[in-house]
């Protein structure tokens, strides 16, 4: 799509950026470029790591490692060294981009396959916290693009608003989703509410997708402006029903969606605002062409957009349940599985208890060992700024008491400034364990 419109409409604008602009024209010259110059350095199939200071760079870089025919590895700038060591030694890549190009000095196994029908490896945290690497082809997503269009209302030639890194997949898949419909990409790194809808008006955006915690900012610190945006879209986590409702009021023309989906699987389920607000709580219905089976509380998928190692059928450790209407209600995952004296508590349950009281805008709930029943019920909550912690406690407690089982109460209260997170946005449950451990709880 790229060089078709590099050809036929050159200066159509690809990518506005915090400090940069580049016209289709000028970013096929340069994706054209990079890809000549990484074919001197391996072979089709040949593996990458990118790791670039600026999303847009990143991006770029992978576009011209995907035109050279190498299977790329996205990863943060921010990345600890310890686990960029241990990616590095895990992918063995024949090429490293960081600040410039140059090739790996990791051996790599004679016996290895190339991966020639590969552009993507994906960076999953998995059911149980451990990095997986989850290897995709371009058709894998190709395949979901009209569907996307026609669910998300995105039209040919929009500006879609993206914020935050390419490493996230959910992100890199709208670029190029936006880029197969000629579109342009309209990219920040800021967070402020009012830099976010300035950027937004400014550059005439058709269509938004953002996490949840970021509508969070956006929602919470707006003065009531609305934007005249046709396509607002969501994944990642499930919004909270008071930020759904926020959200209309911001764009008050748009189609609202939620989607459901993961690194393996790719889009499972959808929801629209209307939707939302008649079945709360859920993740909606199955995504075109989509087949969902609840097998003792686990969700499995069969689905077009499988990543290749793991078609027909997949399940991603999601616990679930479908309505009589087909709606898909999510539980919990796998490992997220409190067995507190041979109950098995789901800590998800817990935390959107939690959530329920207006001061609390994070909740996390986690196991710790007890020598008598197995685990025990520890809570993590961040509340607004200026809250009193020690008054936040009691109000917890009574909100627990009213909606949760004796047994499902936590047992310790612990209140944070906020809620750990990832590079990818998604809640760090090993550093919460690791912090209990620390204060010997």
Known sequence: MIERIAVNDGNRTL????????????????IDNAADRL????????????????????LLYFLSSWKAGFASVLVSSNIKKERYDALVQKIKPKVIIHDDVHRSTVKESSREERYSSFFLGALSSGTTGEEKLIWRSYDSWQKAFKYQSRIFNIKSGDRLFLN??????????????????????????????????SIIARQKVNAVFMVPALYRVLTA?????????????????????????????????????EYYGAGELGHI????????????????????????????????????????????????????YLDEDGYLYLMGREGNIINKAGEKIIAEEIERVLVKH????????????HKIKG????????????????????????LCKHHLENTKMPKIIITLDKIPRNENGKINRTLLKNYLQDQGL
């Open 15 to 30: 990518i506005i950026a915090d400090d940069c602009r580049y016209s289709y024209l000028e970013a096929k010259k340069m």
């Open 39 to 58: 074919s001197t350095l391996g072979k089709k199939g040949d593996r990458m790591i990118i790791k670039a200071d600026r999303p847009v760079k990143q």
């Open 164 to 197: 935050g890194d390419f490493h996230y997949t959910a992100n890199l898949n709208s670029a190029l989703h936006i880029i197969a419909e000629g579109g342009t990409i309209v990219h920040t790194k800021k967070k402020r509410a009012a830099e976010v809808m």
């Open 221 to 257: 610190h707006n003065d009531d402006k609305a934007l005249d945006v046709r396509s607002v879209v969501s994944a990642g986590s499930k919004l909270d029903i008071n930020t759904l409702k926020a959200l209309r009021n911001i764009f008050p023309k748009a189609e609202i969606v």
């Open 269 to 320: 389920s959808y929801i629209s605002y209307e939707d939302a607000l008649m079945k709360e709580g859920s993740v909606g219905r199955a995504f075109p062409e989509v087949r969902i089976h609840i097998e003792d509380m686990k969700i499995w998928v069969e689905s077009p957009y499988i990543a290749d190692e793991y078609v027909p059928r997949y399940s991603a450790g999601d616990m679930g």
């Open 358 to 369: 207006p001061q609390i805008n994070g909740a996390v709930v986690i196991g710790r060992t």
């Open 375 to 398: 685990e025990e019920i520890v809570a993590f909550i961040a509340g607004d700024t200026g809250t009193d912690h020690r008054a936040l406690k009691t109000e917890i407690k009574k």
